[in-house]
């Protein structure tokens, strides 16, 4: 017997607050795992609680019965989007490290010959034990969700074969099929360049940068791993140095070979590392995340320490990269 209309409407709305608050605890570790793991997302975190309307169409559709909307598996939804198929493995690992895994499926292989190349994997999750002991978490042990892992070029044929309900090949027009196939292909090629990329470029790092000089050429890698050898490893903030711009602001400053930069950072560094212990003493933040640096005892990350170097070294000739027009 399905749940009443109105017993649900009131258990949705009771439960919401709940949800929202797993929701909120899920993101927050994800991300930092995420972050910890250094894996590139393609796009933020989606998220949602799925709306009364959606479970009373699920519920009619499959014919389920409940006595409570916790019960259902993707209650609550998260989806992890990576950039490189070669992380779709590392963040399941992760999920099945942290979290307590009640299932998990991946699509792709229950796609018949003539469905098209929707991949992804899900997992329903719940929150450990451990976890469970904290107040703030203790009441949400009846809770799930699902977390959908996929990368960007899967996502964008999810998104548009959801759009043209072209998820199987008999649901094409047979002028549309020879393209629709193109466009799955292209997709999936992309998957497969993107992580031929990643392959080239750590054989470039273990074969031309494990000594590096002047005849190494001034790139956005050879600037990180300079960095690296230079500067105190607890002030890189992985994952988010814009080693980019940093270059850029170099290369502007006549700052444009190993040795130059070598040089730069010697002579100007320990005063940015009185600098860096100044500003965790005085404590005075504007974002959250560096407050969550100052605790470990560090503000400036590598680029700031860098461009406080330039700064000092040049004084009123430095030139900041968006002063200038382009």
């Known amino acids: 017997m399905h749940m009443k209309a109105d017993l649900l409407r009131i258990d949705y709305e009771n439960q919401s607050p709940k949800a929202n608050r797993f929701l909120k605890s899920l993101i927050e570790q994800l991300q930092e795992l995420l972050d910890k793991n250094n894996i590139t997302l393609g796009t933020g975190l989606e998220n949602r609680i799925k709306t009364l309307s959606s479970i009373e169409e699920k519920l009619k559709r499959k014919e389920n019965t409940i006595k409570s909307v916790v019960e259902l598996g993707d209650f609550v939804g998260i989806r992890v989007i990576v950039l490189f198929k070669s992380d779709i493995?590392?963040?399941?690992?992760?999920?099945?490290?942290?979290?307590?895994?009640i299932d998990e499926e991946n699509v792709s292989e229950r796609l018949s010959d003539d469905q098209f190349g929707y991949q992804s994997t899900h997992y329903t999750i719940k929150l450990p034990s451990p976890w469970l002991l904290l107040p703030t978490l203790s009441d949400l042990k009846g809770l799930k969700a699902e977390i959908q892992i996929r990368t960007l070029s899967q996502h964008i044929w999810a998104v548009a074969s959801h759009k043209l309900q072209y998820k199987q090949e008999n649901n094409v027009p047979l002028p549309l099929r020879r393209s629709i196939n193109r466009v799955s292909a292209l997709l999936e090629t992309v998957d497969l360049e993107f992580d031929r990329v990643l392959v080239e470029r750590q054989e470039y790092k273990d074969r031309e940068l494990q000594d590096i000089n002047d005849d190494s050429g001034f790139n956005v890698d050879v600037l990180e791993?300079?960095?690296?050898?230079?500067?105190?490893?607890?002030?890189k903030y992985h994952g988010h140095e814009n080693y980019s711009e940093l270059l850029n602001e170099l290369l502007l400053n006549n700052v444009s070979n190993a040795s130059e930069f070598k040089l730069l950072v010697k002579s100007n560094l320990d005063a940015q590392l009185v600098n860096d212990r100044d500003s965790v003493a005085h404590g005075d933040f504007d974002e959250p995340d560096e407050v969550e640096r100052a605790k470990s005892g560090v503000y400036f990350t590598h680029v700031g320490l860098v461009?406080?170097?330039i700064q000092d070294s040049l004084q009123d000739k430095y030139r900041h990269i968006s002063s200038v027009k382009n």
Do not use: H, Y
């Open 89 to 101: 493995e590392k963040v399941c690992s992760l999920v099945r490290a942290n979290f307590d895994i």
């Open 225 to 235: 791993k300079l960095c690296d050898e230079l500067l105190p490893a607890e002030n």
């Open 307 to 309: 461009r406080g170097c």
